[in-house]
């Protein structure tokens, strides 16, 4: 049974919620809170794996970040009024692991909690959509601020292989190299960018992955931070 801490300024949903979850065998809300600051009280000590973050109005991002910021990274899943991209989008930037509107009944959220705990995150291919475009475009953008160092192709091939983690034995492997040619790039790469280890050279094309997978209905995208 995954435990719940449910956050809502309006009284009357902390109240319904209780109730809409009485007899699921799935979902047991372990406490209610009015606001952020009551719920990071809470949930040190309730230990709930999910808070539900109920938002009002729009432009309350502040609010996520402030949960997940104070409890230690708890899954918070925000619910809102409407599917709005750019809002939800906001949300997600702001530490949020999953979203559920209006219309959403119990197996939308048992299915939107499922994926949050299992590091994935269901959305409809509406949104999923919105999210490749706006990939695509903070791609472009950072490709543009490399290139600015004025790599050469090869070496933005080289970077690119970086920034996924791979040592200069794969980079030779993937690009039918010599190890010690990836070395040169790399010396090359690190000299023209100013930085002095590999790990700075990689924050230039940022550190995340995503992998959006597709599905009839909804599209679920994996976020997740390369750490390697």
Do not use: W
Not at 73 to 80: H, T, W
Not at 86 to 107: F, K, N, P, Q, T
Not at 120 to 136: D, M, P, Q, T
Not at 193 to 208: C, P
């Amino acid at each position: 049974m995954v435990r719940i801490l449910f956050v809502s300024e309006v009284r009357l949903c902390r109240d319904g919620i209780k109730q809409f979850f009485s007899q699921s065998k799935d979902i047991e809300v372990v406490g209610l809170a009015a606001n952020p600051r009551e719920a990071v009280r809470k949930a040190h000590t309730l230990k709930p794996r999910i808070i539900l973050l109920h938002l009002t109005v729009r432009g309350q991002a502040s609010q996520v970040r402030e949960l997940v910021q104070g409890t230690d990274g708890i899954n918070v899943v925000v619910l809102v009024a409407l599917e709005v991209e750019d809002e939800i989008v906001s949300y997600l930037e702001a530490g949020a692991v999953g979203y559920l509107d209006r219309e959403a009944g119990m197996s939308d959220v048992l299915a939107t909690i499922d994926a949050a705990l299992k590091g994935e995150f269901l959305c409809s291919a509406r949104l999923a959509g919105f999210l490749v475009r706006k990939l695509a475009t903070c791609s472009i953008q950072k490709r543009g601020a490399v290139s600015s160092y004025g790599l050469t192709n090869r070496e933005m091939s080289v970077l690119d292989l970086i920034q996924q983690g791979l040592s200069n034995k794969e980079i030779a492997r993937t690009l039918c190299i010599e190890v010690s040619t990836v070395k040169n790039h790399v010396h090359s790469i690190l000299e023209k960018t100013g930085a002095h280890r590999r790990s700075e050279v990689a924050a230039l094309l940022g550190g995340y992955r995503t992998r959006i997978t597709a599905t009839k209905t909804h599209q679920t995208a994996h976020f997740g931070k390369n750490d390697r």
